[in-house]
């Protein structure tokens, strides 16, 4: 049905809002063309306003894991709204919420819910830096965190320099703090503790990284790092914005058996609705106002809306056989798209964690950024585009994931992989 209706639209909000997207990866600049505008969706189902449908991997980058529309989410939703959509005050909602995260990661004590992930590892960050009275922090090239200014840092030359900018309007005295590892390798970690003339607070890492696509952490990373943030007094931060209830319900910390000191949280647990989540062990938590003396605050915080979809999601996700039938289904496509990639002679390379995973259009292994950054982006723009022109909606990046959902069905996966067959010839 081509479309047109997208591009008009597309017009009107360029003119009104940056780029006509209110976040940048939305507007498939990693692949070309222009953004599709959404109308509506249901089940693993999204419609564009030419009334295209397509099966949806991006699933609002990791929320949807029931599917969109989810009948006991949005019937619970609806009957909230008639109970007025936001007090500024406590509701019981928000303990409710709360007894259920720090049941499902045991490793936190307590927990804050904000509006986003950003905020969640922003307010981290500040509490770690409070906790240690230490201003400089780890984080891993690839890795992303939300855009709060001390996570939008890169590299400088070597690993263990002071890290620069990676945006404009980045303060240079505040990114010098930030230094940046490679991930998967414990020694480009060492180097910094041991180099860094200011104190480390905190090393802060995603449960499973998937904003450089999916990469695997090798046996005894994740340990290693909990280890070193020991010997030297930093604070382990375990981003599972991505990751949390998508490797299980308990996040990568639960797959690897890591006891994090301060967990982030975000996507699933708002069900849609907007919430990110961080949470720790109490003698760090308690610093957090009105408590402690560390600041930190936002008006829709714990927002009831928001709440009760999150309630509803993490209800429906203790479900008996949740978790198996996500992994088939996520094992059934990753290793069918692996197999089709194979016999088209196009070298791939996939990483799967749980209900997510990632194709690199890559000859090698990825096991950190460098390997990621060497993937084929130009065969990939064109795979994306060709499923997408067959109605597979796929992450708009080679340095995304695909988030397998439970409304994704075995006919989704079939046409899925039909579609991939005409999609890797050739290419
Ligand atoms: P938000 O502020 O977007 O809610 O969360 C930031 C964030 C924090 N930590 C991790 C591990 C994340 O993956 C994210 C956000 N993920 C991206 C997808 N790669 C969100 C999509 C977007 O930016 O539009």
């Not at 930030?178 to 060492?190: G, H, I, M, P, R």
């Not at 609705?273 to 008006?299: D, N, R």
Request: proline residues 4%.
């Amino acid at each position: 049905m081509g479309t047109r209706k997208s591009a008009q639209i597309l017009k009107k909000a360029a003119r009104l809002i940056p780029g006509g997207v209110n976040s940048p990866v939305r507007a498939f600049k990693a692949v070309g063309g222009g953004p599709v505008f959404i109308k509506k969706a249901k089940g693993s189902k999204i419609y564009d306003v030419d009334g295209n449908e397509y099966i949806d991997y991006i699933g609002s980058w990791g929320p949807m894991i029931l599917g969109h529309c989810h009948p006991g989410v949005s019937a619970a939703i609806k009957k909230a709204v008639d109970r007025g959509t936001s007090y500024g005050a406590p509701t019981e909602l928000e303990v409710i919420l709360a007894e259920e995260t720090v049941k499902a990661f045991p490793t936190m004590d307590m927990v804050r819910f904000v509006s986003s992930g950003t905020e969640a590892t922003m307010s981290a960050l500040r509490l770690a830096r409070a906790y240690t009275k230490r201003d400089g922090i780890i984080k891993f090239e690839g890795c992303y965190h939300g855009h709060s200014d001390s996570l939008l840092v890169k590299a400088g030359s070597g690993a263990a320099t002071l890290g620069v900018p990676d945006s404009p309007g980045v303060v240079a005295d505040l990114a010098k703090h930030t230094y940046n590892a490679s991930y998967n390798d414990l020694d480009s970690v060492k180097a910094i503790f041991e180099k860094a003339k200011e104190g480390i607070a905190c090393v802060i890492v995603e449960g499973v990284p998937g904003n450089m696509g999916v990469v695997i952490p090798k046996d005894g990373f994740l340990k290693g790092l909990k280890d070193m943030c020991a010997k030297y007094g930093a604070l382990l931060i375990m981003d599972e914005v991505m990751s949390g209830f998508r490797l299980c319900y308990g996040g990568a910390q639960k797959v690897f058996k890591i006891d994090p000191d301060i967990t982030c949280l975000g996507k699933i647990i708002g069900g849609g609705l907007p919430v990110g989540a961080f949470g720790g062990k109490k003698k760090i938590m308690e610093m957090l106002s009105p408590s402690g003396p560390v600041y930190q605050a936002g008006t829709l915080s714990g927002n009831p809306l928001a709440m009760t979809a999150g309630i509803e999601t993490l209800k429906n996700l203790q479900k008996k056989g949740t978790y198996e039938k996500l992994f088939k289904s996520t094992n059934t496509l990753a290793d069918g798209l692996g197999e089709i990639a194979r016999r088209r002679g196009v070298p791939v390379h996939t990483a799967v964690a749980g209900s997510m995973f990632t194709v690199f259009f890559s000859e090698k292994p990825v096991t950190n950024w460098k390997d990621a950054s060497g993937a084929n982006t130009a065969r990939f723009g064109k795979y994306f585009s060709r499923m997408l022109k067959s109605g597979i909606y796929l992450a708009p990046s080679q340095f995304e994931a695909v988030f397998m959902g439970l409304a994704h069905t075995k006919d989704d996966i079939a046409k899925t992989l039909e579609a991939a067959d005409k999609a890797f010839k050739g290419l």
